[in-house]
């Protein structure tokens, strides 16, 4: 069985082994000291939203939100950041319970939608999205300025 909650500091140390799992899946170097401090200022400032999913009391998968808003719709947004979920706990649906839940927080919250981008190249992702009911907005062109 599958248990979602909450990300507190309590559960820091965990969520920083997926985060820094998830990080190095997007090739970039392992350093778990920083991805729990990373986490940790997230939660201490209230600037994210982190989920865990959990089987018994291990957590194999997480997922972070990020707040936006909306000027023309004068609301709150959601941003799906992260999602992760162990190679081997994968093909048990629990990336439709982290969707579920961050669902739920945009109800909770009155927000006006939940948004996320994934790479043309990730299969799983851009079968997972549509079935979890996500549209693909192919109207808008995405830009990005980076200072690094």
């Known amino acids: 069985m599958i248990e979602i909650k909450k990300v ?14 998830y990080r190095v ?16 200022e997230r939660i201490q400032k209230e600037e994210s939203v ?22 023309t719709r004068m609301k709150r947004l959601w941003l799906l950041n992260d999602l992760f979920v162990q190679p081997s706990s994968r093909g048990k649906g629990i990336s439709i319970h982290l969707i579920d839940a961050a669902k739920e927080l945009c109800r909770q919250t009155n927000a006006c939608s939940l948004c996320l981008e994934t790479g043309q190249d990730n299969v799983i992702g851009n079968q997972l999205y549509p079935r979890a009911g996500f549209e693909l907005d192919e109207e808008y062109n995405h830009y990005e300025w980076t200072t690094v």
């Not at 309590?10 to 985060?19: S, Y």
């Not at 000291?33 to 986490?39: G, M, Q, R, T, V």
């Not at 982190?50 to 997922?63: L, P, Q, W």
């Open 25 to 40: 899946f997007y090739e970039k170097t392992s350093d778990i000291p920083s991805a729990k401090d990373f986490l940790k």
């Open 50 to 71: 982190i989920y865990g999913a959990y089987e018994g009391d291990k957590m194999v998968g997480f997922t972070q939100l990020f707040p936006l808003f909306s000027s």
């Open 8 to 21: 507190g500091l309590t559960e820091l140390d965990d969520a920083a082994i997926l985060f820094n799992a």
